[in-house]
């Protein structure tokens, strides 16, 4: 059952692509009220209730017990006193009771945070609607949601091979020295990223000539060999004379506006930039084609970045923090002048002062970027997706978006932006796969090593034999930091062993992947969806159910040889590494299991079977034909 709640007048989100007719407020089934504008209203936990959803959010796959914010945020200290991440994905369900709030201004999620009792719910205004979904199981649940927002982006095969990233791989011999060295070291490898350094000055759909000399052909070269070499593109625009992508926006009046009229203007990686106003058709018309400038050189796949937008500072912003600077100019600043100077200008990120003063135009008038902010990134990518499906189809082109809202699960897929390389990123990442599942996001997944700071040896490992299994297996760091590549460490054949599964395990994973699309499933659930009724595993938070057939219960700490597991059901523990796989039978219970860093962990269910072909360097050349079963 889905019914569907109007208040006000909601603001197209594009989330529901067929709204079913709205049913009468007055039968809203929580206690509500409206307050100095903001909707708010109340769920009442009962002590063994779990609160599933959220997406892409800080903390546990059961929400309970701490406070969410639905506002997309370049932040990258994913620390669990975080109340929100890059995405806004506004499903949650109370056991099997879901709700989907379609509104894309900020909303507050006391989960049981200010009373261990009671989920308080505020959305930031009075026009949005709100879909109650009723079924008997969490999983029904889901179903039923995701048939409402429409099938999940499928991303072309090889988008499923391992692909290496760093910020960055500034120029051509540096790509090369990336291809080389996990041939050399005989791992498989599908895709390399080109982070902002490919460009000509971080400006949009440029090439850095000098860098990448001869692009074109260097891309049909690298195609030629098996390798995708995969572009960013950011939200912002260089505001540049003579930049045609900046002068047509200007002049066509695409970018976003402030009060007064003028485009608002914000610093990024390129300087100053304006910032493509994607709320409107025409606007994503435009830029989405422009896409075109990087596909008719054999590109095939992008990651949309910095658009939430990402505001490095505001002109205005950044212009009082150095007028305050100077007024103090010779002072002895004490403890307040100093910390107060200090706060303006770490304060000139993202500032909330400078989002309130962007507008865009919603059916011809002004309307103001804190109403639609959750929807600006989604939409950065909708104008990419919806060129690549008229330009080329279906399945072609692998594009994830660091920022989104229900709906862009249609055109594309997420990553969970900059975490560290931390132990504990590990099962932040396990935690957020069957969340951001639930609300329509498949083809997703972290930094796998970690992007801030220096990853070790073991981390990596651990985290790649995680990665295995999520639909993006992409390894990428930050600048500045220790490379992190498999052939960079020492004993690289233990990579090769951890990749060469994930190469083993692509008929299944693709064709679990493409069910769960096709039949608005998810691919990795929580314990809890499928043992309702055992304790332990409704209150696991370790472990996922992955398919019909599997569990996983990655390594997550540093110097073990295994960890604790328990299972729901007698399940074969197998350690697949490279082609070598040990397998061992274990009743229903808690197990402790071992692991060594070249092995990937995966239980499968009695009885159940899934097939391995044979590895490959690239998907291209994987035989989907010849199979061997794994057995349970
Ligand atoms: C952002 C992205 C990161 C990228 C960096 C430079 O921090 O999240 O993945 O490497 O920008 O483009």
Not at 567 to 594: A, N
Request: hydrophobic share 35%; with cysteine.
């Amino acid at each position: 059952m889905i019914q569907r709640f109007t208040m006000g007048q909601p603001i197209e989100t594009e989330a529901v692509p067929q709204k079913p007719a709205a049913v009468d407020f007055a039968s809203f089934p929580y206690p509500c009220r409206v307050e100095n504008g903001c909707f708010i209203f109340t769920l009442t936990l009962e002590k063994d209730d779990i609160v599933y959803g959220l997406g892409e959010a800080p903390r546990g796959i059961n929400k309970r017990g701490w406070i969410y914010q639905s506002y997309c945020s370049d932040d990258p200290f994913h620390t669990e006193t975080k109340q929100s991440l890059y995405a806004a994905h506004n499903f949650l369900m109370q056991n099997s009771d879901g709700l989907f709030i379609d509104f894309p201004a900020r909303i507050v999620w006391d989960i049981g945070y200010t009373k261990t009792d009671t989920a308080e719910i505020r959305v930031e205004g009075a026009d949005f609607d709100i879909y109650v979904i009723r079924q008997d199981t969490p999983a029904e649940t889901v179903r039923e949601f995701r048939s409402l927002i429409g099938k999940s982006y499928i991303p072309p095969l090889w988008a499923f091979g391992f692909q290496q990233s760093r910020w960055s791989y500034h120029n051509r011999d540096a790509v090369e020295g990336v291809i080389q060295g996990y041939e050399a070291a005989d791992i498989p490898l599908d895709c390399v990223y080109l982070d902002i350094d490919y460009m000509e000055r971080y400006k949009d759909f440029t090439i850095n000539k000098e860098a990448f000399p001869d692009f074109e052909n260097y891309v049909r070269e690298k195609r030629a060999q098996g390798i995708h070499l995969i572009p960013i593109i950011d939200a912002g625009v260089k505001k540049e004379d003579g930049y045609s992508v900046y002068e047509e926006g200007r002049e066509k009046g695409y970018f976003c506006k402030t009060a007064d009229g003028k485009d608002f203007e914000g610093g990024v990686w390129p300087g100053i930039v304006g910032f493509p106003d994607f709320l409107r058709k025409e606007v994503r018309e435009w830029f989405g084609a422009k896409y075109r400038f990087l596909t008719d050189m054999g590109i095939d796949g992008f990651w949309n970045d910095m658009n939430e937008p990402a505001i490095f500072y505001s002109v205005q912003g950044l212009q009082n923090a150095l007028d305050k600077a100077a007024s103090l100019k010779g002072e002895s600043l004490d403890l307040s002048k100093f910390f107060n100077l200090k706060d303006t200008f770490m304060g000139l990120s993202n500032r909330q002062e400078d989002y309130a003063s962007i507008y865009h135009l919603i059916g011809g008038k002004p309307v103001n970027h804190q109403k639609v902010h959750n929807i600006y990134g989604a939409s950065m990518t909708k104008a990419a997706g919806e060129y690549f499906e008229k330009a080329f189809g279906k399945e072609k082109i692998l594009m994830f978006s660091r920022a989104s809202y229900i709906g862009a699960h249609r055109s594309s897929g997420i990553w969970f932006g900059d975490n560290h390389s931390w132990w504990s990123h590990i099962l932040l990442c396990l935690r957020m796969l069957p969340s951001a599942n639930m609300c329509g996001f498949l083809y997703c997944g972290a930094d796998l090593g970690g992007f801030n700071e220096n990853a070790t040896r073991d981390l990596v490992l651990r985290f790649l034999a995680l990665g295995v299994f999520t639909p993006l297996m992409r390894n990428h760091s930050a600048l500045g930091t220790r490379d992190q590549e498999c052939y960079r460490f020492e004993n690289p054949e233990d990579f090769r062993d951890i990749v060469q599964v994930r190469y083993r395990l692509i008929p299944y994973l693709y064709s679990t992947f493409r069910r769960a699309s096709d039949n608005n499933e998810m691919i990795f659930r929580p314990l809890s969806f499928d043992y309702p009724d055992d304790k332990i595993a409704r209150e696991c938070e370790t472990q996922l159910m992955l398919g019909d057939e599997c569990m996983i219960a990655p390594v997550y700490e540093q110097n073990v040889g295994g960890r604790y597991v328990y299972l729901p059901e007698d399940m074969t523990y197998f350690r697949l590494s490279g082609e070598r796989i040990k397998s061992q039978p274990l009743g229903k219970g808690v197990h402790y299991v071992d692991a060594a860093l070249n092995e990937v962990p995966l239980f499968l269910k009695k009885g159940r079977s899934i097939p391995l072909c044979k590895p490959a360097l690239r998907t291209a050349e994987l035989d989907f034909e010849n199979t061997e079963m794994i057995t349970g």
